[in-house]
């Protein structure tokens, strides 16, 4: 079983710059960051493959977000920049054991409890 720990979620002006971690506990084949606004559907943000650091990002955040991954840590960072209030939601970070990045949160077996990211002037 994989255990996730998020942290670095915070308050933020437009144009600012984040930087998200996720801790875990093991390494699976593959994790991901969805997040998740109030009424608003859980959304894919970004994914990584352990093996060969593949990655795979939503349009929306595309060019503004980079993850990437630590091996000696077992730690994905999401960094994010120029964000806007749309950014705004729980961020969560997700794991699976398959290669696939998959942008579908019911593939993903293990989750972390969230970081609130809020962008707001």
């Known amino acids: 079983q994989v255990q996730l720990v998020e942290s670095g979620g915070g308050l933020v002006q437009p144009g600012d710059s984040l930087r998200l971690s996720c801790v875990a506990s093991?390494?699976?084949?593959?994790t991901a960051w969805f997040r998740q606004a109030p009424g608003k559907d859980r959304e894919f943000v970004a994914g990584?493959?352990?093996?060969?650091?593949?990655?795979e990002y939503s349009e929306a955040v595309k060019g503004r977000f980079r993850i990437s991954r630590d091996h000696a840590t077992i730690t994905v960072t999401l960094q994010m920049r120029s964000l806007e209030p749309e950014d705004t939601a729980l961020y969560y970070c997700?794991?699976?054991?398959?290669?696939?990045?998959?942008?579908?949160?019911?593939?993903?077996?293990?989750w972390g409890q969230g970081t609130q990211v809020t962008v707001s002037s």
């Open positions: 997700a794991a699976r054991n398959n290669y696939i990045i998959s942008p579908l949160s019911s593939d993903y077996d293990f």
């Open positions: 093991g390494r699976a084949h593959t």
């Open positions: 990584i493959r352990w093996r060969d650091g593949t990655t």
